[in-house]
C-alpha cells in the first residue's frame, strides 16, 4: 500500500505561500541516512491565477491525476481553491493530513487544534534527532513556532510569536508615520543600532525575533534537560541558524519532507 502512494506530490499550504514537493519514491523504512528529499519543488503565492503552474512544474510526462496528493494546510481558503482545481485536473487520490493521520504521538489535551505544518515538523525531526536526546523545531514563516519533542519522540507543544514580516506589517498599520518594510530587506542580521527610522525598524524587527527565539530555546531546553538537538525551517531560517546555536541546523524542506515520512508509514 505504501508503495501504491508514490509518485506522491507533498503540500505545504502556509498563510502566505503554499510549496509543493515531489517526490517519486517511499523513504525506506528506518532509514538513518537523514530527510527524504523531494525530486523536484515548487513555490506559489495562494492565487487562483497561479495554479495552472502546478501543471507546467509537473511536466509533460506526469498529469495531476497520476500520482497522489497530501495536504498538509493551516489556511482553508487555499485549500478549498487548491482541491477544487486538482479535481477539475482529474487528481482524486487526496489526502488531507490531520494529527491522526501522523506517525507522532501528540502529548496534549487536543492534537487536532495544533496546526499541522508544526506537527509535520516533529514527524520530520524525529528522522534526524539524535537517539535518545529531545529536540527544538524552529519555523520561521509569518508565524514564528518553537516546538518541542521529548527524547521518547512526543509532541510536548511550543510557542507562536509574530513573524518578522508580520511584525513589520503591524508596525506600519497601526502607526501613523512608520514605513513598510518588506521580509527581504531583512535577510542579513542589521546593526543593533539604528541612526534613522528604517534601521531602528530593522534593528527592532530582527533582533527581537532572534532574542525571542534564543530565550524560548534556553527555557524549552531547561525543561527537559540536556541539550536538545535544534532544527530550523522556513523562509528566514538560513540567515538566522548561527545566531540561535552553532549547532542549529538549517532544513529547507521539513515539512514536506514531513509529509512524505506520513505518507509512507
Known amino acids: 500500500m505504501r508503495e501504491s502512494r508514490f509518485p506522491l506530490v507533498a503540500v505545504d499550504i502556509g498563510n502566505s505561500r503554499i510549496k509543493f514537493g515531489l ?5 525506506e ?3 538513518t541516512s537523514g530527510l527524504p528529499v523531494p525530486a523536484q519543488t515548487l513555490d506559489l503565492e495562494p492565487k487562483p491565477e497561479h495554479l495552472p503552474e502546478i501543471t507546467r512544474w509537473l511536466g509533460s510526462a506526469t ?6 496528493w497530501w495536504i498538509g494546510s493551516v489556511e ?9 482545481w486538482l479535481r477539475g485536473e482529474d487528481a482524486n487520490r487526496l489526502t488531507l493530513l490531520s494529527a ?8 496534549l489535551p487536543l492534537p487536532d487544534r495544533v496546526g499541522v505544518d508544526r506537527l509535520l515538523g516533529a514527524v520530520a525531526a524525529n528522522q534526524l534527532r539524535t537517539a535518545g536526546q529531545g529536540a527544538i523545531v524552529v519555523d520561521l514563516g509569518t508565524a514564528i513556532t518553537v516546538d518541542l519533542i521529548s527524547s521518547s519522540g512526543e509532541f510536548l507543544g511550543g510557542a507562536i510569536l509574530p513573524g518578522i514580516g508580520t511584525s513589520a506589517r503591524a ?8 514605513p513598510l518594510l518588506k521580509m527581504h530587506e531583512l535577510a542579513e542580521p542589521p546593526p543593533a543600532l539604528g541612526t534613522n527610522t528604517l534601521e531602528a525598524m530593522r534593528s527592532g524587527l530582527y533582533w527581537g525575533a532572534v532574542g525571542g527565539v534564543k530565550q524560548l530555546i534556553e527555557l524549552l531546553s531547561h525543561s527537559i534537560g540536556g541539550t536538545p538537538d535544534i532544527f ?7 540567515a538566522v541558524a548561527g545566531l540561535l546555536s552553532p549547532t542549529a541546523r538549517y532544513e529547507p524542506h521539513l515539512t514536506l519532507a514531513g509529509i512524505a515520512l506520513a505518507a509512507a508509514q
Open 171 to 178: 508596525l506600519h498599520e497601526f502607526t501613523d508615520l512608520l
Open 232 to 238: 530550523l525551517t522556513g523562509g528566514a531560517a538560513p
Open 76 to 84: 482553508r481558503s487555499s485549500t478549498v481553491r487548491l482541491v477544487d
Open 100 to 107: 491522526n493521520d501522523l506517525p507522532l504521538a501528540v502529548r
Open 23 to 27: 517526490f517519486t519514491s517511499p523513504p
Open 29 to 31: 523504512p528506518g532509514s
Open 63 to 68: 498529469a495531476p491525476g497520476s500520482v497522489s
